[in-house]
């Protein structure tokens, strides 16, 4: 893996590696990679899994559990970290979500409205407390970088994406409102990846998940980002190149995002003889 050294001397903390399949994870070792130390945190239910261990020791990083939902937590997890990396925060990656709804398989007619509370708290409040907890400590630096990932769902309508749709609309309204006052208070930068399907844990276990993946795939001139991709993505965004980006939904989708239809997928409804073709 090459290694421009981006991030060298920069302090993060990343957020949401469950398993090798993470985007999280891939950040992980990319940040390493690039020159980083950083902490990994997730929940104390996600620890129970325990493959976040083993990233720890490829990447010599500490593991600090915590409840992204509770201000306490955040509030150690940010003390902690700054005394482990030495200094302030220069980066942090916000890769979490989750919806009891999707998980249960609720239609989205019938929400649970409990859950629905759930999915917004976990996937989308839980930014907007990463972010005043660091700025009542002042734990990130001056023109540090925070990214967090989205899904272009936020914009259109996925029939099975269910409240995870409203979740990454929250995620992204909070990019850009939080993304302007901690702009003019020390210049900490703000943004949002809107991320191709990715077969993540989590992404699998959305109904029609191979659906989604293989129209993307056939939609996007470059077919579908993977998770290398969106950890490249993520190391200019964290880098100092990227110091006069903030509040922006960056589409890592291979140019989905720009589409109407492409020809594969005309080819393969004409093929298919499922059009009027007359």
């Keep these: 893996m090459e290694s421009y050294n981006l991030l060298k001397g920069k302090r993060g903390i990343i957020f949401g590696a469950l398993d090798e399949n993470s985007i999280a994870w891939k950040v992980a070792l990319r940040a390493k990679n690039e020159g980083a130390k950083f902490v990994l945190s997730n929940s104390p239910l996600a620890l129970r899994k325990k493959d976040i261990f083993d990233l720890a ?79 009542k400590l002042d734990a990130i630096s001056e023109s540090g970088s925070v990214v967090t990932l989205s899904y272009i769902a936020a914009q259109r309508t996925f029939s099975s994406y269910s409240d995870m749709a409203h979740a990454k609309s929250v995620l992204e309204s909070i990019v850009r409102q939080f993304g302007y006052h901690y702009g003019v208070a020390k210049k900490v930068r703000i943004n949002s990846i809107s991320q191709s399907p990715t077969k993540t844990t989590a992404g699998t276990g959305v109904s029609g998940f191979n659906a989604f993946f293989n129209y993307a795939d056939s939609m996007s001139p470059l077919g579908n980002a993977d998770a290398d991709s969106c950890a490249n993505t993520c190391m200019f965004l964290f880098s100092d190149l990227s110091k006069m980006i903030t509040m922006q939904n960056i589409y890592n989708d291979g140019g989905f995002s720009s589409m109407g239809i492409s020809n594969k997928l005309i080819n393969q409804y004409i093929d298919c003889g499922c059009g009027d073709e007359e």
């Design 57 to 135: 020791k490829q990447t010599d990083a500490q593991v600090i559990a915590a409840d992204i939902t509770e201000i306490s937590e955040l509030e150690d997890l940010f003390e902690e970290s700054m005394q482990l990396l030495g200094g302030k925060i220069d980066f942090i990656l916000h890769s979490v979500g989750m919806s009891p709804n999707v998980r249960k398989n609720i239609p989205y007619t019938d929400l649970d409205y409990d859950y629905l509370n759930k999915t917004l708290d976990v996937s989308a409040i839980s930014l907007h407390k990463v972010l005043a907890v660091a700025k």
